[in-house]
């Protein structure tokens, strides 16, 4: 089936909304993109990515800029509460030979890079902007936006995150997020010239360093919270301190004094969800977080929504239909999003637990190894 000309609305502009607008309009689609954000912002530290995220950067064409404004390194590193490194996962080199197995970046530059490339695809992006009305037929949904639009698509991309308003209304008893039992806190530092991968230390909480550019690291810390309650925005720094307390090794202490009230300290309860198939209805697909928001102990959130908007963009070129290409999709994506929501959230109880570390650095290995295969 060709794209050229097919009129799809994408509803939601975060990683997933943004790759699907920039793969469609590649293959020729018309894309309309509706974001709900007057200034489409994004905020927050760093994020960690693996090398099928940057294989998918690749085909996305934004490879290079992330190369540019974020950082690549091959490999995480394990160490113990008190410094000595005792393991380096290897993180298989996807995006082809000369570009490092993972990386970082800040997430508003990621944001910034993505919608440069949305833009620059021709999507048509409205800002402040969400639907009102979708009523479907055979044929395609007629969508009534909030700045007055009303217009005939062929498909309908729900990319609305976690709290979707398009699932709740298409799939209105699709499972609730659920808190996971543990919060993220992450800070931007000058970086460390030690840090040059992922690093991680073992311990009580789970701290971590990432390089997100030339000059700077973000720091993210894993707690176990057993209430998901409010914590105050000017306790910040004395909280983080004072996780990083029971870590002697002397690069976390240096971390622990340099933290401020600069250093962009976010707070973040985690949150999970697992839609089961159907992902579609009629004409209307779910992609992303809509559909498997991850706990991010794999770093891999981003990159299954990402892939998510590669994979629905070939089904839609491959299918004689739209029908049997949203199925297409749907059941070439389950396994591997079951796969990171699920052993993510495995790796978040062993920790709360304090549980068995063999069968932690186990399901790693095995789920990096899954995510190094083609999608
Ligand atoms: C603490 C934390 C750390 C993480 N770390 C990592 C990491 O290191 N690596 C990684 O790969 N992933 C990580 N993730 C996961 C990753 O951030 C998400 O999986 C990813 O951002 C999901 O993108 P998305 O586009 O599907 O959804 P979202 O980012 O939620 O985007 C949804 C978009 O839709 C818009 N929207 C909402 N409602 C409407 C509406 N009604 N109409 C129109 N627009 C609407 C929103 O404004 C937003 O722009 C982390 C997540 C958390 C919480």
């Not at 062993?350 to 186990?362: S, V």
Request: glycine content about 10%.
């Amino acid at each position: 089936m060709t794209l050229a000309n097919r009129r799809i609305l994408i509803i939601g502009g975060g990683f997933s909304g943004m790759a699907a607008a920039i793969e469609l309009r590649r293959r020729g689609a018309e894309v309309d993109l509706a974001e709900i954000d007057p200034e489409w912002r994004n905020y927050g530290a760093g994020i960690s990515l693996g090398g099928a995220t940057l294989r998918a950067f690749l085909q996305l064409g934004v490879l290079d800029a992330f190369l540019r404004e974020g950082h690549a390194a091959d490999g995480v590193r394990i160490c113990l509460s008190h410094g000595p490194q005792v393991a380096e996962l290897p993180t298989p080199r996807l995006a082809g030979a000369d570009v490092p197995g993972g990386g970082a970046i800040m997430l508003p530059v990621l944001a910034r890079i993505l919608a440069d490339a949305t833009r620059a695809s021709g999507a048509d992006v409205m800002h402040g902007c969400r639907f009102s009305d979708v009523r479907q037929d055979a044929e395609g949904a007629e969508v009534t936006l909030t700045n007055g639009t009303r217009k005939r698509y062929d498909l309908v991309i729900g990319a609305d995150g976690l709290y979707s308003k398009t699932r709740e209304t298409l799939f209105p008893d699709a499972p609730k997020p659920q808190y996971s039992g543990q919060a993220v806190w992450r800070a931007v530092l000058p970086r460390h010239p030690e840090v040059t991968t992922a690093t991680m230390w073992m311990g009580r909480v789970k701290p971590g360093l990432n390089p997100v550019s030339a000059t700077k690291m973000y720091l993210f810390v894993t707690e176990h919270r057993a209430v998901n309650e409010r914590v105050d925005p000017s306790t910040f720094v004395s909280k983080l301190r004072e996780l990083l307390g029971d870590f002697p090794a002397p690069i976390i202490q240096q971390v622990r004094s340099q933290i401020g009230p600069d250093s962009q300290i976010v707070f973040r309860p985690l949150e999970s969800m697992l839609m089961p198939r159907p992902w579609f209805q009629g004409r209307v697909v779910l992609i992303g977080d809509t559909v498997h928001a991850t706990t991010p102990h794999l770093a891999s959130g981003a990159c299954i929504g990402i892939e998510d908007a590669l994979v629905l963009a070939d089904e839609l070129e491959r299918s004689e239909s739209v029908p049997n290409a949203l199925k297409a999709f749907q059941d070439r994506r389950w396994e591997r999003c079951r796969m990171v929501v699920e052993n993510s959230s495995r790796l978040g109880q062993i920790e709360m637990e304090l549980g068995d570390k063999e069968e932690h650095a186990r399901i790693m290995r095995e789920s990096l190894i899954a995510l190094g295969q083609p999608i």
